[in-house]
């Protein structure tokens, strides 16, 4: 045992005398592996910057989506709910905030009370009335 614990210590100092030697005779290949190591850390960075921004914007984007799905769910319950107003006749949909409603009414009426209604919700932006009065048959 003794003489393998000295061939291995004696291994040992050989290996680090000839690494030392090598590592002597090439400072400037260490510094050089320095800033070569320092520039790919700050491209990771930069990347990993780049990748933050691209998901805060897609999150702000399904927020927005999510925004105007609940509107347009507003709208159509407001619309469900009020007596004058026939839902099957009226389209809601809304994007970024632009509610657009669509179709035909039975009356101006109709026209003016879906317009207070979708004016009414919390985040409506603005709101592109095409409905019509269908003609009378």
């Known amino acids: 045992m003794n003489r393998f614990f000295t061939f291995g210590l004696m291994s040992l100092l050989i290996l680090v005398f000839a690494l030392g030697s090598v ?77 657009t409603l669509s179709g035909e009414v039975d009356s101006q009426a109709s026209i003016d009370r879906s317009q207070a209604i979708a004016s009414g919700v919390e985040n409506v932006e603005s709101v592109r009335n095409e409905l019509v009065v269908k003609a009378a048959e």
């Open 23 to 99: 590592g002597c005779e090439q400072e400037g290949s260490a510094e050089k592996a320095g800033q070569s190591i320092d520039r790919m850390a700050e491209k990771a960075g930069d990347t990993m910057e780049e990748a933050k921004e691209a998901a805060a914007a897609k999150a702000e984007e399904a927020g927005a989506y999510i925004d105007d799905a609940a509107i347009t769910a507003k709208i159509k319950a407001d619309v469900l709910a009020d007596p004058m107003l026939k839902v099957f006749q009226i389209s809601v949909t809304t994007t970024n905030g632009v509610v």
